[in-house]
């Protein structure tokens, strides 16, 4: 019951310059949920960068591509927390009253995508099959922000992430 049933990697999109986890599917395949630690280092931000994310992921249907093969649309929702250090939840004291909107450590995740499911057949080692998958996002205060400010595109508001799924035999 705790096993994962899938190791996802990931690069970008929100939650990380790479990162990696846990995650589980339900038994009628119409939810995941997996749990992900993100990682940017310090010659891609301007100093190292810790998250922790919790992927709530919706199919929105499946369809066959024969020899093994799925493509699967979804959607999801995600919580986001910055645990390195290099954020806060509730502002610090030498800030102003309402200098931030938002906390900048825990962020509300937006994202949509689709996975090339490919299923290896009589496979007899712990890899039951793959996922590939990419996708389009967006975080809180992106959309907040956008909201507010004419200067803000819309296209600014989202990041694209790729990543793999590694099906592991239940």
């Known amino acids: 019951m705790y096993v994962p049933h899938y190791l996802p990697l990931q690069f970008a999109g929100n939650i990380g310059f790479l990162a990696t986890g846990i995650g589980y599917t339900s038994n009628?395949?119409?939810?995941?949920?997996?749990?992900?630690?993100?990682?940017?280092?310090?010659?891609?931000?301007?100093?190292?960068?810790?998250?922790?994310?919790?992927r709530n992921i919706f199919p929105a249907g499946r369809f066959s591509m024969g020899n093994n093969q799925v493509l699967v649309p979804y959607l999801g929702l995600g919580l986001m927390v910055e645990v390195g250090g290099h954020a806060f939840f509730t502002?610090?004291?030498?800030?102003?009253?309402g200098y931030y909107d938002f906390p900048k450590n825990l962020h509300v995740t937006g994202f949509g995508g689709v996975k090339l499911r490919r299923l290896f057949p009589n496979a007899t080692s712990f890899l039951r099959g793959l996922e590939f998958y990419g996708?389009?996002?967006?975080?809180?205060?992106?959309?907040?922000?956008?909201?507010?400010?004419?200067?803000?595109k819309f296209n600014q508001m989202f990041s694209v992430a790729?990543?793999?799924?590694?099906?592991?035999r239940r």
């Open 28 to 54: 009628k395949e119409n939810y995941e949920l997996s749990i992900l630690y993100g990682y940017v280092p310090v010659s891609i931000g301007d100093h190292e960068i810790h998250m922790i994310t919790a």
């Open 91 to 97: 502002l610090p004291s030498h800030y102003p009253e």
């Open 135 to 152: 996708e389009a996002g967006t975080i809180d205060v992106y959309v907040w922000y956008r909201t507010i400010s004419d200067e803000i």
């Open 162 to 168: 790729l990543g793999i799924n590694f099906l592991l």
